[in-house]
């Protein structure tokens, strides 16, 4: 089975740009999660979905926003970019317990730099 | 305070040592996942425990839910082995708690 994907792999951004980040989920898996971090803050949970549903959420400001598909691939927006949004920003994918209840898989990340 | 504290925040052993990482938490949770982070950010899940004890080739994790502590153990440790370790745990909230990790390097 191939792994958990995300693209694109690096980004660079300018502030009050907006920004879309993908994740392609292992194959039968339901569950998305995106994290991230920062060397600053470590890992940092941003939100879950679940059979086109945001299951889960985490404290970021209304600016971070997701979204999931029918074939469970999920896509991060970003909008009005801020210099600390800078980070790496990783998905991972499970059968579909609750984040944590099931082994995670995680995407090798998309690094995200803010000018 | 974190909820979820790590120990050591750093370690450096020669190859072959036994190590152990050690994970305690404040908070109640229902699941501990420990998860290890290669330079370059590659994160690889290596355990997802609820009680007891699991094992994988040369890792071992331990957990007692009671005393709020989990262990991961690395036994004949070897230079590839270098990498952060982090535990998560989940809270009543379902969300994932994090630890800070424990940077660990293995000497030849």
């Known amino acids: 089975k191939a792994g958990v994907t995300q693209t694109p792999r690096y980004l660079i951004k300018t502030r009050g740009q907006q920004v879309t980040l993908s994740c392609s989920p292992i194959?039968?898996?339901?569950?998305v999660s995106w994290y991230q971090q920062t060397p600053g803050q470590g890992l940092q949970f941003l939100f879950e979905y679940f059979s086109e549903t945001q299951r889960n959420k985490g404290n970021f400001p209304g600016r971070f926003s997701g979204r999931q598909f029918s074939n469970s691939r999920s896509e991060m927006n970003v909008s009005t970019l801020e210099l600390g949004d800078s980070a790496l920003y990783l998905c991972?994918?499970?059968?579909?317990?609750?984040?944590?209840?099931?082994?995670?898989?995680f995407g090798p990340g998309t690094r995200l730099t803010v000018l | 305070k974190n909820e979820v504290e790590q120990s050591p925040q750093n370690l450096t052993a020669q190859e072959g040592e036994f190590i152990t990482i050690n994970c305690s938490y404040s908070?109640?949770?229902?699941?501990l996942h420990w998860l290890q982070q290669h330079p370059g950010g590659g994160i690889v899940s290596l355990f997802m425990?609820?009680?007891?004890?699991k094992k994988h080739g040369r890792l071992i994790a331990t957990i007692n839910i009671q005393e709020k502590h989990s262990s991961l153990h690395i036994t004949a440790s070897h230079p590839r082995d270098s990498a952060v370790y982090i535990c998560a745990g989940m809270d009543s909230n379902y969300q994932l708690i994090w630890g800070a990790g424990t940077k660990l390097i293995i000497k030849p």
């Open positions: 991972a994918s499970s059968l579909g317990g609750l984040a944590g209840t099931d082994t995670q898989y």
């Open positions: 908070v109640g949770i229902s699941a």
């Open positions: 194959s039968g898996h339901r569950s």
């Open positions: 425990l609820s009680s007891g004890k």
